[in-house]
């Protein structure tokens, strides 16, 4: 797996190589004053596939995931998403999921989909914090309930990667599996920004790449403690594509 800024050549196809375009974070507005149209519309340029990673919406507002869907008739390759917590503000998940399914969207909650021969896999995740510092069930219920519910996570990602058949698997996440991809935002929120169980589980599998938004001021690049690559494609994260969107060669 390999890297590409914007400079490279010619797109690689002949020898079976697969080019992902991966961005997360558009928070798209109800007011609609920034389009995504001519984002998708470079990205079909550039890429094969396209990777989304959640905080699709502002506010996970039905009329925001409307918006995004009326862009991606920009995009002319295929469209993978999770959604991110921002998604579900609104309390309306169900119908900005549906929306986006409507468009065509591989919109993954436990799943797992193919296109061309690379399997891609996602769950949100969720928060829990990182290494030793990992938040434990122990003590209140909310505490334990919010364990749960990233283990539960976990265990959905772990499900959904068994369901694998190809040879090469790219993981799509929300929130970081790794501490190295949120360096830069404040050390207190580092445990809201995701949970190492998540890198636990993919370092039981073998996995080309793996994917996640949610941490605007981290890093670009890390890896799990197994050595699988992990790509914060937020946005706002400075990529050596010089653009929003990271291009990965799988």
Same mark, same amino acid.
């Given at each position: 797996? +390999? ?27 109800? %007011? ?17 596939? *396209? ?8 506010? @996970?507002?039905?009329?925001? !995931? ?7 008739? +920009? ?18 998940? %169900?119908?900005?999921?549906?929306? *986006? ?5 591989? *919109? ?10 690379? @399997?891609?896999?996602?769950?949100? @995740? ?18 334990? !309930? ?10 959905? *990602? ?63 690049? @890390? ?10 494609? +937020? ?10 969107? +990271?291009?990965?060669?799988?």
């Amino acid at each position: 797996m +390999a890297e590409k800024g914007t400079t490279a050549t010619a797109r690689v196809g002949n020898g079976g190589t697969v080019r992902i375009a991966a961005v997360g974070d558009l928070h798209v507005k109800e %007011d609609a004053q920034a389009s995504c149209r001519d984002l998708f519309g470079e990205v079909s340029r550039e890429a094969d596939v *396209l990777v989304l990673t959640g905080d699709l919406t502002n506010l @996970g507002k039905p009329r925001e !995931a409307e918006i995004l869907a009326e862009d991606l008739r +920009a995009c002319a390759i295929p469209v993978v998403a999770v959604l991110g917590n921002h998604d579900y503000e609104s309390d309306a998940v %169900d119908d900005v999921a549906h929306i *986006l399914r409507q468009a065509g969207v591989h *919109l993954l909650d436990g799943q797992t989909t193919e296109i061309k021969e690379v @399997g891609f896999v996602g769950v949100k @995740g969720f928060i829990g914090g990182f290494g030793s510092r990992m938040l434990g069930s122990f003590g209140e219920p909310a505490i334990k !309930a919010m364990v749960a519910e990233s283990v539960s996570e976990s265990m959905r *990602l772990e499900n959904a990667m068994r369901q694998v058949r190809t040879n090469r698997t790219v993981v799509v996440l929300h929130y970081a599996p790794v501490v190295e991809t949120v360096a830069g935002e404040p050390l207190e929120i580092f445990p809201f920004l995701g949970s190492s169980r998540l890198a636990e589980t993919i370092d039981r599998f073998k996995v080309s790449a793996v994917v996640h938004g949610h941490a605007h001021r981290g890093v670009y690049e @890390g890896r799990t403690p197994g050595g699988a690559p992990v790509y914060n494609v +937020a946005m706002h994260v400075a990529k050596p594509t010089g653009r929003p969107y +990271a291009l990965l060669e799988i």
